[in-house]
């Protein structure tokens, strides 16, 4: 009998195992799903802010269950980030109503996960989801950037 690369809960239970745990199970999921990235800017900002900021964002997506899991770091703002947000569908160059709140008065890293529609997904991969953070000097966004495809 072999045991699978990623045992399951019935499999660890027949071969007398340790279940694994819920965390194990999601992590894993979301090591082997679709990875996203952007990086932040204010010349990423529509229009633009001049902002000394920057940022990224890692993210993944598990196709089968539409979980997005994502890490938003930022640093250099101009101010207190005030809130975050996964915004679209907008190409970039166009700005577009929150998708996916990140938190209001956020710290970096923002570390999270969200459980996405089927027509969010389809945005997300074609490019057309951004991530931005706000600042008092900026309300409509200090940083921004598109989530693209790719490791």
Do not use: W
């Amino acid at each position: 009998m072999s045991i699978p690369a990623r045992p399951t809960l019935y499999a660890c239970l027949a071969l007398g195992l340790a279940a694994p745990s819920v965390a194990a199970l999601s992590n894993a999921a979301a090591a082997d799903g679709e990875r996203f990235t952007a990086t932040m800017s204010g010349s990423s900002e529509v229009p633009p802010t001049g902002s000394p900021g920057t940022g990224s964002v890692q993210a993944t997506l598990d196709p089968a269950t539409r979980v997005l899991h994502y890490t938003l770091t930022f640093q250099g703002l101009t101010g207190p980030a005030t809130m975050a947000h996964f915004h679209g569908p907008a190409p970039v160059g166009a700005n577009a109503g929150v998708e996916v709140a990140l938190g209001n008065a956020p710290k970096s890293p923002i570390r999270g996960e969200a459980t996405l529609s089927t027509e969010q997904v389809e945005a997300l991969e074609q490019g057309k989801l951004y991530a931005n953070v706000h600042t008092p000097k900026h309300p409509g966004g200090e940083i921004r950037g598109q989530l693209m495809k790719g490791a």
